[in-house]
């Protein structure tokens, strides 16, 4: 099993600066992929951004040019670091792992954290 805590979201004005972390603990394999997906009432959640073990990066469209996903492999945790927030990316924000054992396939979210852009 693994927990994953996030920290970071709040309110924030057009044109700043938030940063979200994600702790993950537990029985946790050396290749995996942390992201952040998300989601506003009435819409499919969608991928923001992902990153590998080996530091491969998946960017939304969206966010291209004003999000910065990292992890700190030692410390089991991933960043995103979103810059120049616009209104629309008001939703709230999850953290996800998936690892994988041969075909067995786990995937993990945690509790997720609002993040409000609104002068």
């Known amino acids: 099993q693994v927990q994953l805590v996030e920290s970071g979201g709040g309110l924030v004005q057009p044109g700043g600066s938030l940063r979200l972390s994600c702790a993950a603990s537990g029985s946790i394999f050396s290749i995996n992929t942390m992201g952040w997906y998300r989601q506003v009432p009435g819409k499919q959640r969608e991928l923001v951004a992902a990153i590998t073990s080996d530091g491969s990066t998946n960017i939304a469209d969206s966010v291209k040019g004003r999000f910065i996903i990292s992890r700190d492999k030692a410390k089991n945790t991933v960043y995103l670091q979103m810059n120049s927030l616009k209104p629309e990316d008001t939703a709230v924000y999850s953290c996800?792992?998936?690892?994988?054992?041969?075909?067995?396939?786990?995937?993990?979210w945690g509790q997720g954290t609002q993040v409000t852009v609104s002068s």
């Open positions: 996800n792992l998936v690892q994988n054992r041969g075909l067995d396939w786990y995937d993990y």
